[in-house]
DNA sequence: GTTCACGATCAAACCGGTTTAGTTACGCGA
DNA sequence: TCGCGTAACTAAACCGGTTTGATCGTGAAC
């Protein structure tokens, strides 16, 4: 009952009563065929339920057909991380339409370039996405070395010779900064991500640039629990900030829980932005200001670069709108205390 | 400069002066081989610095050596759902001891059906994980008739012969009611799921069972702005219940601000309880009573369970621990009013 | 009427492994 | 001394496509 045998290329050329060669002209649609017989074929392989065999296909064209992303994040993060899956379903958008595959590896960060090496060796992908860049990242020069096209996302800190997929966090957090001095704040905080990370730095950057007296900046990890831990460190000082940008949602909804237990009133006593726009930052208590980003487009533009980039020739950088302020209830002016 | 042509087996045959199906037997361990021989090929495949090509290797077995995972959740609800990552992670563990890749799909709830069909017609996986299980899941019967092994998150509702992982989220609700009517409470709610997802519907049966008068039940569909939208229901009710029971942590925190909003005080007027203890569950305010879940074991045990079907016979279910309540101080016996 | 070019098609090689059917050479028993 | 079984190895087929080189037939050009 369970016919298994798939039909092969084979089955079709005797079916149409041509030759293999033939049957893979015409169903690549290539010049040369005849068009009666092409329909012939193209009939054949129909009636068959013919599908071509990835593999072998593969194994002809030297070619993967398949994307990879390296994932060296520890679990725990992933969880929290909006990023990922969307970015995520925006590459899938794109490879999905062009018969290409995802392969995903989730790998402890000392294996990480074991974990691109592999990929590498396998043949399993035919190139890579590169995300969460690091300051001087080596798997630069380790994708150059093993001749694996890739696509970042934003502009690495070292000469590439890989297209970036533009994302720039700046105007983002400029733009929440501009947003608390417009409200009167002057003595403003940030907490940052770890600086080993390309944008956490970058937004790091930003905040100190967009004020000539930039306030405290406090490293966290972009975890709840870091995020609270800094939120903690800002308001013991003796001069506390009225105000805090953080540079993600999960760290700035902690950073609420923080100040609520600590009795001081967000935002009449502390304005907080956050980073990302999550699902769950409009439903938080007050409803959290923060900075709109698009992984889901970003996916897209990465496909397309990389699967271009791996066709062809080189590709140039590609340009992402910038985020945008998302103004909510956390935000204020300072209010006299009661 | 890019010496980019990778060695073959007859480079390694040429070298060691053999045959090529020698070399094949000798580094698969294959008897037959005169251990000086072995020894011989082993080396100058070293030196050569040989890696089998994953392609040629699946053509000829007709395996892909990888497995897949389609997920038909809108790209929105993904980002906010921590099991998704971890049960990746948890899959990885496994997947990458044993040479195996893991290819994800993405794709709208429309196109589910297609995109397995697709994963089995490109023999791109020689098995997939059957996550977010529906009422009467067509999956099943699809997977059967295109012959591709499986492994089910929870025991489907129909007949199947895939092997399941034995995830049970009754114990955990249950211990979530109990806790709750331990603290007197009589009168509790349930925000559930949507009715279709299987573990949506026992988590609510499970609500249902534990209480001898089970309070109102409102499905909501795992968003925080569902979640948000639910609990403004139940607060508006003439009798609104004393405790909420969410079916997972998102909207339980989306319900904690509702409360907050409303002028509700948690725990004093309201007890709430989630579901995943997602990281940020313990730093809401007030910090969130939850269930505990292992989605990263779950993704190991799954990934066994898989690999183990598609080389051999049939599996067992696999057993796994149950959910745990972790008590925080989102619940707590109601407090007399001011 | 012969030649030439070209479109249509086929046969075979190739991608890089695995597997099977043969071929040697050697040691052992009768 | 002959025969036989077996370990060690080789040659070739195979997986299912793509691609190349050769062959065939036909119509146009001279």
Redesign the interface.
Same mark, same amino acid.
């Given at each position: 009952m369970?016919r298994?045998e798939r039909p092969t290329i084979v089955d079709v050329a005797r079916a149409a009563g041509v030759s293999k060669g033939t049957v893979s002209f015409a169903l690549n649609g290539r010049p040369g065929v005849a068009e009666e017989t092409r329909q012939r074929i193209l009939d054949a392989a129909r009636d068959l339920g013919w599908?071509? %065999?990835?593999?072998?296909r593969? #194994?002809s064209a030297?070619r993967?057909f398949?994307v990879g992303l390296v994932l060296a994040r520890e679990?725990?993060l992933?969880?929290?991380?909006?990023?990922?899956?969307?970015f995520?379903?925006?590459v =899938?958008?794109t490879l999905?339409d062009r018969?290409q595959?995802?392969? #995903?590896?989730?790998?402890p960060e000392a294996q990480e370039e074991a974990?691109y090496r592999?990929l590498a060796?396998?043949?399993?992908v035919d190139g890579v996405f590169l995300l969460d860049l690091r300051v001087a990242d080596p798997r630069i020069a380790l994708l150059e070395e093993l001749?694996l096209p890739a696509v970042s996302i934003a502009r690495p800190d070292v000469p590439s010779r890989f297209p970036a997929v533009l994302v720039d966090d700046r105007p983002g957090i400029a733009s929440a900064v501009r947003h608390l001095v417009e409200l009167g704040h002057t003595n403003i905080a940030h907490v940052a991500g770890p600086s080993q990370f390309l944008h956490a730095r970058v937004r790091r950057a930003a905040f100190e640039e967009a004020l000539a007296n930039p306030g405290p900046v406090v490293e966290a990890d972009f %975890?709840?629990?870091g995020?609270?831990r800094a939120t903690r460190m800002l308001l013991a000082m003796p001069d506390k900030p009225t105000a805090i940008v953080y540079a993600n949602d #999960?760290m700035a909804?902690?950073g #609420?829980?923080?100040a609520? =237990?600590l009795g001081v009133v967000v935002p009449a006593q502390l304005s907080i932005t956050g980073f990302d726009n999550?699902?769950?930052s409009?439903?938080?208590?007050p409803?959290l200001t923060t900075v709109r980003t698009d992984p889901?487009l970003w996916g897209r533009a990465a496909a397309e670069a990389l699967l271009a980039s791996i066709e062809g020739g080189t590709v140039d950088d590609v340009p992402v709108p910038s985020a945008q302020l998302v103004v909510r209830a956390s935000t204020s002016p300072m209010l006299p205390a009661v």
């Open positions: 369970t298994s599908t071509p %065999s990835h593999q072998a593969a #194994l030297s993967a398949a679990p725990e992933l969880g929290a991380d909006p990023f990922f899956p969307a995520i379903a925006g =899938e958008r999905s018969g595959a995802l392969v #995903l590896q989730v790998v974990g592999r060796a396998d043949g399993r001749g %975890s709840a629990a995020g609270a #999960l909804i902690a #609420l829980s923080v609520s =237990e999550t699902d769950l409009a439903y938080v208590s409803p889901y």
